[in-house]
């Protein structure tokens, strides 16, 4: 059985750093793309980053410049440093990851952590 747990989040003032981790058990971690979404109250889930497995990434244009995705694929861990925070940066973030086959795709999300950003 695939997990994700993620930690590292909670209250934090605006221009501050909080660092996000995601790990994962019960799959052989450094096949799938690593990813973080986010969802504010009332909006829908939106990526935030990802990184593949050969350490392509891909970042919003909201957080270029300012969060870094890595992976370390030894601990079957994700990360998210997020620095210069701001208040539209709150939100709960999820850890997801993803590989598609010939034959289906696998799709796994955490439960997610809240990053709330104080003005």
């Known amino acids: 059985q695939v997990q994700l747990v993620e930690s590292g989040g909670g209250l934090v003032q605006a221009g501050g750093s909080l660092r996000l981790s995601c790990a994962a058990s019960g799959t052989i971690f450094s096949s799938y793309t690593m990813g973080w979404y986010r969802q504010a109250p009332g909006k829908q889930r939106e990526l935030v980053a990802t990184?593949?497995?050969?350490?392509?990434?891909n970042y919003a244009d909201s957080v270029k410049g300012r969060f870094t995705i890595s992976r370390d694929n030894a601990k079957n861990t994700v990360y998210l440093q997020m620095n210069r925070l701001t208040p539209e940066d709150t939100a709960f973030y999820y850890c997801?990851?993803?590989?598609?086959?010939?034959?289906?795709?696998?799709?796994?999300w955490g439960q997610g952590t809240q990053v709330t950003v104080s003005s």
């Open positions: 990184i593949t497995t050969g350490g392509s990434i």
């Open positions: 997801n990851i993803k590989r598609t086959t010939w034959a289906r795709t696998y799709d796994y």
